[in-house]
């Protein structure tokens, strides 16, 4: 008999071996995140912002056109991840952005 541990799966319903468990799945691929107009986007996007938007805890506000280098998916089909210049941690949403 062998001494692994085995540990119980709740998204399969069974007990797999610990070993199976330590390397877990790429982040859900089957999410398809879509920008404003119906847009693919996929990590590194370049997206432009479709309207004025009030950015939460940072006192500022970014205009229409303003464009996001380098998104990042968040497995979220409505919210990506970017960096913008004096904001850390800025979640936007994918409905108001446009593939560039």
Known sequence: MSDEEYVYDEA???WIPRSRLA?????DE???VRDAVG??????DQVTLIKDLTV?????????????????????????DCKY??????VLR???VRKR
């Open 85 to 90: 210049e004096g904001i850390k941690g800025l």
């Open 12 to 14: 399969s319903g069974e």
């Open 30 to 32: 089957g999410v398809v």
């Open 94 to 96: 994918a409905e108001f």
């Open 56 to 80: 939460k805890g940072a006192g500022q506000t970014l205009k229409r056109g303003t464009l996001i280098k380098s998104i990042r998916l968040t497995g979220d089909p409505q919210e990506i």
């Open 23 to 27: 390397s877990p799945p790429a982040a």
């Open 39 to 44: 847009n693919i986007l996929a990590d590194g």
